[in-house]
Nanobody, 123 residues
Framework: QLQLVESGGGLVQPGGSLRLSCAAS????????IGWFRQAPGKEREGVSC????????YYTDSVQGRFTISRDHAKTTVYLQINSLHSEVTAVYYC????????????????WGQGTQVTVSS
């Protein structure tokens, strides 16, 4: 059974850092692209970052360039999203999602989703 489980969210002060994890099981991890999406209150879900199979390509939406870093550990079948210089606009529920091979920006191309992890930036 394909499963994605996010963790690492929480309440963080502005300027701080977080590392989100997406633990994957039930599918061929090495052949999959993993995307991170987020949904802030009152807003549509948006793509944040994606890493293709075998870490060949990394993608970031413009608003997070330079502050977010995506990586994957094939031995642990886990994808990470390092978030630095947190500010209030980062507050959202963060989801990871899976699709075959390469990254696509739209969430409609991702077939499996985790339950999400809440990130709240507040002083």
């Amino acid at each position: 059974q394909l499963q994605l489980v996010e963790s690492g969210g929480g309440l963080v002060q502005p300027g701080g850092s977080l590392r989100l994890s997406c633990a994957a099981s039930g599918f061929t991890f090495d052949d999959s692209a993993i995307g991170w999406f987020r949904q802030a209150p009152g807003k549509e879900r948006e793509g944040v970052s994606c890493i293709s199979r075998l870490s060949g390509q990394h993608y970031y939406t413009d608003s997070v360039q330079g502050r977010f870093t995506i990586s994957r550990d094939h031995a642990k079948t886990t994808v990470y999203l390092q978030i630095n210089s947190l500010h209030s606009e980062v507050t959202a529920v963060y989801y990871c999602a899976q699709r075959p091979s390469f990254c696509l920006s739209s969430d409609r191309y991702y077939s499996a989703w985790g339950q999400g992890t809440q990130v709240t930036v507040s002083s």
